[in-house]
């Protein structure tokens, strides 16, 4: 007989962890209680050691569904009380290492209670139960209880209380619990005919199957919808939302729909259909019916299954229409803005961008977009990480200790609290180039700095004066660190994969503030957690024209073939067609007299130059569209292995105005553009590895981030050739390589500071 006082630490919040003990208890004939204190459940448990040691391994083993458990702390209790029987203790409150769980997509008990025309859920658009639903976007504090959520508005029914409280049940603790007597309702904004649940419901899938748009109020925010195989559909929602090209996420009714139109491998289908769901780049199949205008001259399409209960009722309903199975579901905001997440902003931001708003009285305390993830050699390569996943935290096993919160980059903007080796990167926060996106950062901060009950002794920012982001962590009124935007990418990398030793660190970006006031995002440095040493760039241009060179990659080229061929500039520019006749002279008098112009070392900018080059785009209406396209037209060649004739190396610069020579000249000689634009993948890789090896001494590590590193083929070609020679190449999986990623690393810096009492 014996004792154990026994913490079962990791995401035990709000996934059903307590019922579940309690059914290990009795199959195991223990005795004690087991209650949540918030960053841990509480065991005590009581009887024959064998079983005692039996029952802690089926926690171990046989944990509920959605939990993750880190760590099964057990212990001797001495004076123990005699336990009769084992029972569930109401949540009491305690302070420390907090584990908030993300939302979760719909699971498929309730996905077939939905259906089920037998049972009392029938329909009902907001089912869930202990093992999904959403938590963070509805969460005000913890420990996670349906009073400190946004369902305390709506008090349970009796017959759902009575599932709440009975652990026997699929919906014991189901903290937002709820049927179509007590929950949450549909209805249509500012509708004349004031349609609320079933009609609000039929009125807006009227609309889709008519070709109308429709915003959806979802788990964390709105999307704009409409049928995704209708051309004219499509081109409408593109002209109401200004977005000429960049792609749409298509949501499909099943996973049969998603495998018509596209190629999905076992990983693949397993992330589709699993509890996070998100937003996946899939193959598209060359039969496939999605309208073209969905992602135009894509190879790949943006797909994910319905999440929220009421996406899957706009697919299926007990009404006569016939509905398409895929569905554009693209964010409900203004371009540059936060996804909207109230009445209010959807009124005033996406009210004209869609023919009617089926919203729902549940408030969204927290945005969270739709997670967007990319493959690289067979693993999740995360575009976007957002929905599902955050704020699930990084564990670090270096010994941190303190708080400090990271306020990240301007664009893609992400925040990220660090509390000891715990580092909780934000959902998506978004552009902050507007002023409410500084707003959402700011709220959301706060809100971050509530649930997870710290108080940050450090901001940490960019170096850049003027970003929003570096305003926002000004005006927190804490110590402040900055820190430069390329090596933060480089920390992120070495973050995500608990590497803080020495490496070298493959910068490639689009653009950041440098420390010598130019722009830097072609970055080769030797990185460590204290600091790093710049020790290549590629070639520096001048980047004329303000912020419109970051849409207009032939000004960069142009730019570039001034200081290559001087005088031989216009004819050449004129034979790839770069600019339009007689505006080269003014051109050049503002390249010569560097007016408006900056120096930059941008990668970013000399992957939309050569795609100006090879003529394969002119400019970009989205961020990384000429240089996607690049990407896609060099995979279309295949892998094939290349020399230059032409030293990669000079000095400390990559020769990158030697590969853009070299391409222009076979450009003209009529060389083949897919060939072309995979010779520049290929150069450049081997240009990063040539300048790795050249300076890496002892180092046998580096790491690969920055925006370009989105970029597959880069990083495929950069990973191999590094590897060759015999390096440990760090990658990033679930952490985006673009701005996305940086408030990690911006946090392990601000971090490792304040214990090295910098500060
Ligand atoms: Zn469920
Ligand atoms: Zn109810
Ligand atoms: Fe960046």
Redo the contacts with the bound molecule.
């Keep these: 007989m014996k004792t154990l006082r026994i913490k079962v630490y990791g995401i035990v919040q709000g996934v059903g962890m307590r019922p579940v003990v309690a059914r290990h208890a009795t199959r195991c004939g223990i005795t004690g209680t087991v209650s949540n204190l918030g960053p841990y459940v509480e065991i005590f448990a009581q009887g024959e050691d064998d079983k005692v040691d039996e029952f802690i391994r089926l926690i171990e083993e046989e944990p509920p569904k959605r939990a993750a458990i880190l760590k099964v702390d057990a212990r001797p209790f001495d004076n123990a009380p005699v336990y009769e029987n084992f029972e569930i203790i109401e949540s009491a409150k305690t302070s420390g290492e907090i584990f908030v769980s993300p939302d979760i997509a719909i699971c498929d008990e309730c996905l077939e209670e939905l259906f089920d025309k037998n049972n009392r859920r029938y329909l009902h658009p907001f089912i869930n139960c202990t093992c999904c639903g959403p938590r963070l976007t509805i969460l005000d504090a913890l420990p996670y209880d349906r009073e400190r959520t946004s369902m305390k508005e709506f008090p349970m029914c009796e017959k759902c209380a009575s599932e709440y409280y009975d652990p026997a049940t699929r919906r014991y603790d189901a903290q937002p619990v709820c049927c179509n007597d007590c929950g949450p309702e549909v209805f249509i904004l500012d509708d004349p005919e004031e349609r609320r649940g079933r009609d609000a419901i039929v009125h807006a899938r009227k609309i889709l199957a008519e070709g109308g748009v429709v915003a959806v109020k979802g788990i964390g925010g709105f999307h704009l919808a409409c049928d995704a195989k209708n051309e004219d559909a499509v081109l409408r929602l593109r002209q109401l939302k200004h977005r000429p090209a960049k792609p749409f996420a298509v949501m499909m009714r099943d996973l049969d729909t998603v495998k018509r139109n596209c190629f999905v491998t076992d990983l693949q289908e397993e992330i589709i259909k699993g509890h996070q769901k998100p937003i996946l780049l899939l193959k598209k199949k060359a039969d496939s019916d999605l309208a073209a205008d969905i992602a135009p001259d894509n190879p790949t399409v943006g797909v994910m299954l319905p999440y929220a209960p009421l996406q899957s009722l706009l697919f299926d309903y007990d009404d006569e229409i016939t509905m398409t199975d895929c569905l554009v579901m693209t964010s409900g905001n203004v371009a540059g803005l936060p996804i909207c997440r109230d009445d209010e902003g959807a009124r005033r931001e996406i009210a004209g961008f869609c023919d009617a708003i089926l919203t729902h009285n549940r408030k969204i305390r927290i945005r969270a977009d739709d997670s967007v993830m990319d493959f690289y050699d067979g693993k999740p390569y995360m575009i976007r990480r957002s929905r599902g996943y955050a704020p699930l935290p990084y564990m670090m096993t270096n010994n941190f200790e303190g708080s400090v919160v990271a306020y990240g980059?301007e664009?893609k903007n992400t925040f990220c609290i660090g509390v000891n080796n715990l580092f909780y990167p934000s959902s998506y926060i978004g552009d902050l180039t507007d002023l409410k996106g500084k707003a959402a950062l700011t709220e959301s901060v706060g809100r971050m700095q509530v649930l997870l009950e710290t108080k940050p002794s450090l901001a940490v920012c960019d170096l850049h004066p003027r970003y929003n982001s570096s305003e926002a962590a000004e005006e927190s009124g804490l110590p402040l660190v900055r820190v430069q935007?390329?090596y933060?990418?480089i920390l992120s990398c070495m973050a995500e994969n608990d590497y803080f030793g020495e490496c070298i660190g493959v910068?490639f970006?689009?653009?950041?503030y440098g420390t010598d006031g130019t722009i830097w995002?072609g970055e080769i440095m030797r990185c460590d957690l204290n600091g790093f040493d710049r020790l290549f760039s590629i070639k520096p241009f001048l980047q004329t024209g303000g912020d419109i060179a970051s849409r207009e990659g032939w000004r960069i080229a142009v730019s570039m073939l001034i200081d290559i061929y001087g005088d031989e500039a216009e004819s050449i520019c004129g034979k790839l067609d770069l600019i339009r006749k007689g505006s080269f002279k003014v051109y050049k008098t503002m390249h010569d007299g560097k007016v408006n112009s900056v120096v930059s070392t941008s990668a970013?900018r000399l992957f939309d130059a050569v795609s100006a080059i090879l003529g394969i785009r002119l400019e970009s209406s989205f961020e990384g569209e000429a240089a996607t396209s690049l990407m896609y037209r060099a995979m279309e060649h295949g892998q094939e292995d290349m020399t230059a004739d032409y030293a990669l190396i000079e000095g400390d610069v990559l020769a990158t105005d030697k590969i853009v020579k070299n391409l222009v000249e076979a450009r003209l000689a009529g060389e083949d553009v897919n060939q072309l634009a995979y010779r520049f993948h290929y150069l450049l890789a081997k240009a990063i590895s040539e300048a790795v090896i050249l300076k890496a001494g002892d180092i046998r590590t580096a790491a690969l981030s920055?925006?370009c590193y989105q970029n597959t083929l880069l990083l495929d070609l950069s990973k191999k050739m590094l590897e060759e020679k015999g390096f440990k190449v760090l990658i990033h999986s679930l952490i985006p390589p673009?701005?996305g990623g940086?408030s990690l690393g911006q946090a392990v810096y601000g971090m490792n500071k304040l214990m090295n009492g910098g500060i």
Excluded at 509 to 512: A, E, L, N, Y
């Design positions: 980059g664009l935007h390329h933060a990418h910068s970006d689009g653009t950041g995002g970013g920055g925006g673009n701005d940086i």
